[in-house]
């Protein structure tokens, strides 16, 4: 008896292995559907925050005014990065080229100094790597116009069956406990996420608004576009915000012609990083995200690897939901409690 319990829990181990595998190939595959789907509902969720602090501030005022309100400051964010990137493009592009001659002329000097022969950028890189690098910021423009639009498509359709949906939601489960559950998965994720939005986007404001101070001070070239870049990394856990401070560095090097700007621009944009996120961040954050750091790294490699940037500026939000989903089936709940700070996700007492 005791072999044939052992023999089904050990099947159930593997077939939840296999179906886990099974997952992760179909997110994988089905990423040009997934991807702007799970950013839609994610600026679904900003623009409810939003009609949330409308209702809070201006009781009297209708409803549908705080939703508007979000997709308008949506709209305009979205638009607003556009014609930044449009007007300091080309600002970028001469940096650029200096960037790659000033590499050159360092692997020059390092080449006369081991005795080898002299090398390039160009040298270094073949035909085929240069043609596949254009290619790929190519792609990379057009993907981004047609997510774009899939996006805003999704997110329409979202807000217009909000009401609908929560209907079915209700009906599908008529059990009041099941439903109670569900909820308080739903509210769980919706306030998680909403705080780490919430979260992030004012340090990353801050932290591009001092850069964009400090690289203007110094005359960086296309301190707005850089300052953009540094916000919106921001939003990647982890490393993105010392990737985005790390950025404005590297192309000084193509625009000044000493070290003394070039230093003074990295510490000073690292110094603002490390304030606000080892200062500011831990003051802001609750414990109402309530995810284990090591979680928020696995996460971060696991859905850059899926699906690249936009994984990696979805891997908090997804891994609260998944530790909120977790949390709701008893088999599962012990996953959940794995991946939570403190052992007790959505009040799981253990």
């Not at 559907?33 to 009781?59: D, K, N």
């Not at 638009?79 to 020059?108: F, M, T």
């Not at 401070?245 to 621009?265: I, T």
């Not at 080892?278 to 490699?301: H, I, K």
């Amino acid at each position: 008896m005791a072999e044939r319990v052992a023999t089904g829990r050990g099947a159930g181990v593997a077939l939840w292995i296999l179906c886990a595998i099974a997952c992760v190939f179909a997110v994988h595959a089905l990423r040009s559907i997934l991807v702007p789907f799970a950013v839609a509902v994610l600026l679904m969720i900003v623009v409810e925050g939003v009609a949330q602090a409308q209702r809070r501030t201006l009781p009297r005022w209708p409803e549908w005014t705080g939703r508007a309100l979000g997709v308008l400051l949506v709209a305009a964010f979205f638009l607003g990065s556009l014609l930044v990137a449009a007007a300091q493009a080309a600002s970028v592009a001469e940096q650029v080229v200096r960037i790659v001659a000033r590499i050159d002329a360092l692997l020059a000097m390092l080449g006369s100094r081991v005795g080898g022969a002299p090398m390039t950028v160009a040298g270094l890189l073949d035909d085929g790597t240069v043609r596949a690098a254009v290619g790929a910021v190519l792609d990379s423009t057009q993907s981004f116009v047609s997510v774009s639009l899939l996006v805003a498509i999704y997110l329409g359709f979202l807000l217009a069956s909000r009401a609908a949906v929560a209907g079915r939601f209700a009906l599908v489960l008529a059990d009041p406990s099941r439903r109670a559950v569900a909820m308080d998965v739903v509210a769980a994720v919706r306030r998680g996420t909403g705080e780490y939005l919430w979260v992030q986007t004012v340090t990353g404001l801050l932290i591009a608004a001092v850069s964009w101070a400090i690289m203007t001070a110094l005359g960086q070239d296309g301190a707005s576009l850089l300052a953009l870049v540094i916000f919106l990394t921001s939003y990647i856990p982890v490393i993105g915000p010392f990737l985005g401070v790390s950025v404005p560095a590297v192309f000084a090097l193509g625009q000044f012609d000493g070290w003394r700007e070039v230093v003074l621009l990295l510490a000073g944009l690292q110094g603002i990083n490390f304030l606000v996120n080892n200062l500011l961040v831990p003051r802001m954050q609750s414990r109402r995200l309530n995810l284990d750091p090591t979680v928020v790294l696995l996460s971060l490699a696991l859905w850059s690897y899926l699906w690249g940037i936009a994984g990696a500026l979805l891997s908090t939000p997804l891994a609260v939901l998944a530790m909120a989903s977790a949390s709701a089936v008893p088999s599962l709940r012990w996953f959940a409690v794995l991946m939570s700070a403190d052992g007790r996700p959505l009040g799981v007492r253990g």
